[in-house]
Every structure is written in structure tokens, then in C-alpha cells.
């Protein structure tokens, strides 16, 4: 299994910026096997949502409502990825969950999807 965990959460003003980390941890053949990584946001009230995704080949793919504003970064020998959010909008407060689907091969393609605890970020004068 993948354990996720996100950090860099917290309290900023609009027009601000955040870097949001998350490190992923497990066995080797976990970690080697995942394949997209993602940051998703859950505001209060409102279904999950896809903020930004990176592949393993770091092929971005964002939201409308982050591009030009977030960029998404991945280290595949670190095990890390980081979230940079600029230009915040109060309408970017959520709880921020860090995402990794793994990918394992056998008579059938396994696809599992692991989720950090989530970070806090709340954009507010």
C-alpha cells in the first residue's frame, strides 16, 4: 500500500500563494507502480473535485479554474509532489487531498487509488 500525506496548508489572503507538499511512502513496488498523481479539493457542501493531475512522464493536466494560476510538480526519486497556488480566490477554499492511483499488472490491470488526509486552505480578507 501507498501512504499519502500533504502539508503547507493554512490561512492567506486573496491575490496570496500556497505550495502544497505531499510525500508518499510504501514498498518499493507500491511506489514504483504508481502511475498518476493528483491534487483534488473538497469545499463545504460540494463533491470532490480535480484541481491538477501529473503522470509518471509528468504530463500536467489542470482545471479550468487553476490554470494560469496553480502548477503542479512531481519528483519520482523523492516520492514527492508539491502544488503551487498563486493568485488565490476565496472560492480556492477547500480541504486539499493528495491523490496516487498505482498501477500493477497481472492476468488483469489493477488500479488502485490512495488518498492523503488532507490539508486545510482557506483564502480570506
Known amino acids: 500500500q501507498v501512504q499519502l500525506v500533504e502539508s503547507g496548508g493554512g490561512l492567506v489572503q486573496p491575490g496570496g500563494s500556497l505550495r502544497l507538499s505531499c510525500a508518499a511512502s510504501?514498498?518499493?513496488?507500491?511506489?514504483?507502480?504508481?502511475?498518476?498523481m493528483g491534487w483534488y479539493r473538497q469545499a463545504p457542501g460540494k463533491q470532490r473535485e480535480l484541481v491538477a493531475t501529473?503522470?509518471?512522464?509528468?504530463?500536467?493536466n489542470y482545471a479550468d479554474s487553476a490554470k494560469g494560476r496553480f502548477t503542479i510538480f512531481r519528483d519520482n526519486v523523492k516520492n514527492t509532489m508539491d502544488l503551487q497556488m498563486n493568485s488565490l480566490k476565496p472560492e480556492d477554499t477547500a480541504v486539499y487531498y493528495c491523490?496516487?492511483?498505482?498501477?500493477?499488472?497481472?492476468?488483469?490491470?489493477?488500479?488502485?487509488?490512495?488518498w492523503g488526509q488532507g490539508t486545510q486552505v482557506t483564502v480570506s480578507s
Open positions: 491523490n496516487a492511483e498505482v498501477v500493477s499488472f497481472g492476468y488483469n490491470v489493477r488500479r488502485d487509488n490512495y
Open positions: 510504501g514498498s518499493r513496488e507500491s511506489i514504483n507502480t504508481i502511475n498518476t
Open positions: 501529473i503522470t509518471s512522464g509528468e504530463i500536467t
